[in-house]
């Protein structure tokens, strides 16, 4: 069984930074591609941005381009999504998942972490 761990969310102010990372419970990042997700209270959960197998592909939300990052180490076993000029409405809950057949959508992925939460004060 796939289990997936993040960590890094927090409380933050607009404009700043975070860093959140997956942890992949098994030496088999490498066949995966991977994504991220986030849902706010009373929202439906939103693709953020997906990474390929290999990293050589990136997928991002049109509310995040140019401002979000992801990234894979596959020897490590982790997924990180980078998050820079934070604003209130990327507040919510940020999931990871993996190996999905289509990057976009989240019946498409077969496992899912936990979430971390992300709250931004304006």
């Known amino acids: 069984q796939v289990q997936l761990v993040e960590s890094g969310g927090g409380l933050v102010q607009a404009g700043g930074s975070l860093r959140l990372s997956c942890a992949v419970s098994?030496?088999?990042?490498?066949?995966?591609?991977m994504g991220w997700f986030r849902q706010a209270p009373g929202k439906e959960r939103e693709f953020v941005a997906a990474?390929?197998?290999?990293?050589?592909?990136?997928y991002y939300g049109d509310s995040v381009k140019g401002r979000f990052h992801i990234s894979r180490d596959n020897p490590k076993n982790t997924v990180a999504l980078q998050m820079n000029s934070l604003r209130p409405e990327d507040a919510g809950v940020y999931y990871c998942?993996?190996?999905?057949?289509?990057?976009?959508?989240?019946?498409?992925?077969?496992?899912w972490g936990q979430g971390t939460q992300v709250t931004v004060s304006s």
């Open positions: 098994q030496r088999i990042l490498k066949l995966y591609g």
């Open positions: 990474i390929s197998e290999s990293g050589e592909r990136t």
């Open positions: 998942a993996a190996q999905p057949t289509d990057y976009y959508y989240t019946d498409r992925y077969n496992y």
